[in-house]
């Protein structure tokens, strides 16, 4: 069963998100703004998986070849996207359900929406790629802007306040620093090993 679950990480995630996404169409009623702009980023994030883990020379492989310089077993490969289907569900099921009341996850997951798309813009100079894609960076530039228009409609209707500014950016970095660090687990890596041969790398 775990076996199973590692081979086929991305496709259990996909097919749970769109699950969510199609009885929230059938069984709920009338959806807040909030529970519409979540809706719409549980869809991006299936699309930007797939973008991100299936395109030829993938995000994965880019970090591999280009940070780590070794590489990833195809096993690995996809065995980590169920690391990051359980983050991803989570970013989206919590300001679902509760982002109405409690609009720091409503915060968190556009700080991570903002964050991915800056990111993928980054790694083009980053990495010296010949050609300015990465990966996954035309979903991932949909997510940030997506991202911005939740934080400015929180912001232009007064439903958040500034600790909810201030800590749904933290938030979302404790969980994104907990995933990658399992990530890295798995490959065999400890975060200051990581560093370490980052800054080898690229202080160059």
Not at 152 to 171: K, S, V
Not at 185 to 191: E, K
Request: hydrophobic share 55%.
């Amino acid at each position: 069963m775990w076996k199973f679950m590692k081979n086929y990480a991305l496709e259990i995630y996909s097919v749970i998100a769109l699950l969510l996404i199609v009885c929230v169409a059938i069984f709920m009623g009338e959806l807040t703004v909030i529970q519409k702009f979540v809706v719409f980023l549980s869809f991006l994030y299936v699309l930007h998986e797939w973008e991100e883990g299936h395109y030829p020379g993938g995000f994965v492989d880019l970090i591999s070849a280009n940070v780590l310089q070794m590489d990833v077993s195809t096993e690995i490969k996809r065995g980590s996207r169920l690391i990051t289907g359980v983050f991803l569900f989570a970013m989206t099921i919590l300001p679902f359900f509760y982002g109405d009341r409690i609009p720091l996850f409503v915060v968190t997951v556009a700080a991570f929406s903002i964050f991915e798309g800056i990111v993928h813009i980054a790694g083009i100079k980053i990495f010296r790629l010949n050609k300015p894609y990465t990966p996954g960076m035309v979903t991932a530039e949909i997510e940030l802007v997506t991202g911005i228009a939740l934080i400015a409609y929180l912001a232009t209707n007064h439903l958040a306040q500034w600790y909810d500014y201030t800590f749904g950016p933290f938030l979302f970095i404790a969980c994104f620093a907990i995933m990658q660090r399992s990530l890295m687990a798995m490959i065999g890596f400890r975060y200051k090993d990581m560093f370490a041969i980052a800054k080898k790398r690229f202080g160059k």
